[in-house]
């Protein structure tokens, strides 16, 4: 399904580009795990960033080629990539503290998915954000849906953000460190999950 091959990416210093991942390649198959591994600072979270086509602005894809199913991701346009993001391919981003939005509610941050990926609104939209927080454990969901991040545990908001990378329903799920921070216990759950909703879905994971 992903196929990742000699990809090369860098950050831009001054007029330098220092490579900061030197030609990395590998595939996924629907229903698989794959596990990228290494120390901090190896570029991990930078290949996963190259593979959404979300890099910081000093950011470049040097060379390589990036292919879901077959499409090259490196050759759409940013229009036609935002289509892939959140319902093609999603990501559970390493912090949830700092990738939720404050200011919305965690029903308006799964709804906006809802909406763009699966055009559903109203009832039909709510109906289906209270079954997700369901599935990722969450109890009273009903309320939940109308609090902010800042009333939320750790553990609880890195369940929202599993929430808001499945509500376009992806083929592939990119997990940066989804357990980082968390107790012992509540890393467990939230892996156990993951697998629980991959056997189901049929999703490809990559798990850094």
């Known amino acids: 399904m992903l196929q990742v091959d000699n990809l090369r990416l860098g950050f831009t210093a001054g007029r330098k580009t220092l490579a900061a991942v030197d030609g990395i390649s590998f595939t996924i198959s629907r229903g698989e795990t794959f596990a990228l591994l290494g120390e901090s600072g190896c570029g991990k979270s930078a290949t996963a960033q190259g593979i959404m086509r979300l890099l910081p602005a000093a950011g470049r894809i040097m060379a390589g080629r990036?292919?879901?199913?077959?499409?090259?991701?490196?050759e759409l346009p940013e229009a036609a990539m935002r289509a892939y993001r959140g319902g093609r391919m999603a990501m559970?981003?390493?912090?949830?503290?700092?990738?939720?939005n404050p200011v919305l509610t965690v029903g308006q941050q799964i709804g906006e998915v809802?909406?763009?990926?699966?055009g559903l609104r109203g009832e039909a939209a709510k109906g289906r954000m209270l079954e997700l927080l369901r599935q990722v454990g969450i109890a009273d969901p009903v309320r939940r849906l109308d609090e902010y991040p800042f009333q939320l545990s750790g553990g609880m908001k890195q369940r929202v953000m599993i929430s808001i990378a499945l509500a376009g329903e992806p083929d592939l799920l990119i997990a940066d460190e989804p357990t980082t921070a968390l107790d012992v216990t509540v890393q467990a759950q939230i892996l156990d999950l993951l697998g629980r909703l991959q056997a189901k879905r049929g999703m490809g994971i990559l798990l850094i």
Do not use: M, N, V, Y
Not at 114 to 118: A, M, P, S
């Open 114 to 118: 809802l909406e763009r990926h699966l």
């Open 92 to 100: 559970i981003f390493q912090e949830p503290a700092t990738s939720l």
């Open 66 to 74: 990036i292919a879901l199913d077959g499409e090259s991701l490196l």
